[in-house]
């Protein structure tokens, strides 16, 4: 009986959350119809200028800046939480080994807003003076001081499937005569395909939804960045920006375009972790059954 309501309860709580995802959906394509119902329509929204005095409200460089931010956050992060993550999982001794993991948690405590401050008066002066060109605030910087942001989940996420993962071949590892060290880059690592992917996926989401960083280091020029040292302005930053002017304008109503843009790119995000979770579920499956 009392499974019976469990399911129900969980069943009506899933419905839910269904209806608050749609109702979403349908609120940002609601205020969004305004703009694309103008002249240009979609084509408007996608063009390259943004210049609301006259008329143009293109958020497509808003779009690439936030992919070119995401992927670039990307790839400095991710070599260097795979490597966090051995170290952790069996390339240090125990006591260095829970000393990086708890700072990893430590990481995620830290609000954002810190890590945009600090890049400021660090990493600003650092680009500006190297580089000698521009004020700073620039795709690299932004770049950077997002790659420390998302290196903590990345770790999290890669550090729990290997966890359990070593729970499952320690015992064959150890009557191989393996070190820690041969079992994690012999064993582990190379089955650890799933939870890297996944990893990846992750911190990708968690770049491309950022706007303190952005806000605060990218420099918010409205253009298609050309270099690394180029001022970006993402999407979540230009809803930031925007969404304090007259709710009368058209130039308001690209906020909810942009915010659009960002819910079906989650959306696409969360489709692709169930994917590769399901195809690396059937393939392990099958090796299961073939040994």
């Known amino acids: 009986m009392l499974e019976k309501w469990i399911e129900r309860v969980l069943f009506v709580s899933m419905l839910f959350c269904a209806l608050c995802i749609t109702a979403v959906f349908g609120f940002l394509v609601y205020f969004s119809c305004p703009l694309l119902s103008n002249a240009r329509g979609l084509a408007g929204i996608f063009s390259s200028v943004w210049k609301p005095f006259i008329g143009e409200f293109g958020i497509l460089p808003m779009l690439a800046g936030t992919f070119s931010l995401a992927f670039l956050a990307l790839v400095l992060a991710c070599p260097l939480a795979i490597g966090i993550t051995c170290f952790i999982q069996g390339l240090a001794p125990a006591r260095p080994a829970n000393a990086v993991r708890s700072l990893v948690y430590f990481m995620t405590s830290i609000p954002t807003v810190i890590y945009g401050f600090v890049a400021v008066f660090v990493l600003v002066p650092i680009i500006r003076d190297t580089f000698n060109r521009g004020a700073g605030f620039c795709l690299m910087t932004s770049a950077i001081t997002l790659s420390m942001l998302i290196i903590p989940t990345m770790v999290i996420t890669l550090e729990a499937d290997m966890r359990q993962r070593a729970e499952e071949v320690r015992l064959g590892a150890r009557s191989l005569g393996l070190t820690p060290a041969q079992e994690l880059l012999w064993i582990l690592l190379p089955c650890s395909g799933r939870g890297i992917v996944v990893a990846m996926v992750l911190g990708f989401g968690r770049a491309v939804g950022d706007t303190l960083v952005a806000l605060m280091v990218a420099g918010n020029a409205p253009v298609i960045p050309q270099s690394l040292l180029d001022s970006i302005r993402t999407l979540t930053a230009h809803i930031a920006l925007v969404v304090a ?41 099958r090796h299961e059954r073939a040994s």
């Open 245 to 285: 002017t007259d709710s009368q304008d058209q130039a308001y109503y690209s906020i909810f375009a942009a915010g659009l843009l960002l819910f079906l790119i989650m959306a696409l995000l969360t489709v692709l972790i169930r994917t590769i979770g399901g195809r690396f579920g059937q393939r392990e499956k």
